[in-house]
């Protein structure tokens, strides 16, 4: 699904962000990325989100070689993406039902898909009863799910998580991984960057950790600082 082979980062500034990473995700993995803060982990996402391109190396998603797409192509491989982030980036003038439906109608779906699939995604995240709020009337964890619903809404067989946990509660932090292991069980493949270490332990993933541009452990069971 995806693989990294031999990839380097680094940035016209001289950051040596990412050094000569070789890894491989399957299709249909729960992956969770760990680092300390300026590890390499937000350049690793980019990468695979087509946002930089390496200095060298290879990266390859579903068999193709990422690093020689046009950008013309670019839009075609993020729609195989659903992106959820931490400071969840909605539209505070559109209801529920919209800031979900905006990823549909920008993909060209039409109104008659967007209004069946929206209502589905929206009782898959627990907000079907809330469609018609605005952002700003819903608690950070009801909004970091209509993050992750609109993430959901095309379908992609990607989920990436930037540190979606990042500014709602305990509670909530376990309710929205939760959810993605439940999405995951159905077959999407999940990498979620994390620095809540309760999480990585009590969910029992593959965990990732990158130090200083380099993957320095690759586990099912966190490891960190042993």
């Known amino acids: 699904m995806i693989e990294f082979k031999n990839v380097s980062k680094v940035y016209p500034n001289g950051t040596n962000a990412l050094k000569n990473i070789s890894l491989h995700v399957e299709k249909g993995e729960f992956v969770f990325i760990v680092g300390s803060s300026g590890s390499g982990k937000s350049t690793f996402l980019k990468l695979i989100m087509h946002e930089e391109e390496p200095s060298c190396g290879e990266i390859f998603i579903d068999g193709i070689d990422i690093t020689k ?22 539209i505070d003038k559109m ?3 919209d800031n979900v439906a905006f990823a549909m109608r920008v993909t060209g779906a039409s109104e008659k898909d967007v209004k069946k699939r929206v209502p589905y995604i929206l009782g898959l995240v627990g907000l079907q009863d809330k469609s018609d709020r605005r952002p700003s009337e819903l608690s950070g964890g009801e909004q970091q799910r209509v993050g992750l619903a609109r993430a959901l809404v095309n379908n992609p067989s990607i989920i990436i998580a930037d540190e979606p946990t990042g500014n709602v509660d305990p509670t909530m932090s376990y309710e929205i991984v939760e959810l993605l292991s439940e999405i995951n069980k159905r ?24 130090d200083e541009g380099h993957v320095t452990s690759d586990n099912e069971v966190l490891e960190v600082g042993k």
Do not use: A, C, W
């Open 95 to 97: 209801n529920v039902f």
């Open 187 to 210: 077959g999407t493949t999940i990498l979620m960057v994390t620095h809540e270490h309760n999480l990585v332990e009590r969910f029992k993933k593959r965990v990732v950790e990158i």
């Open 69 to 90: 797409l046009s950008k013309k192509e670019v839009p075609y491989l993020r729609r195989k993406m659903g992106i959820v982030f931490q400071d969840f980036r909605l």
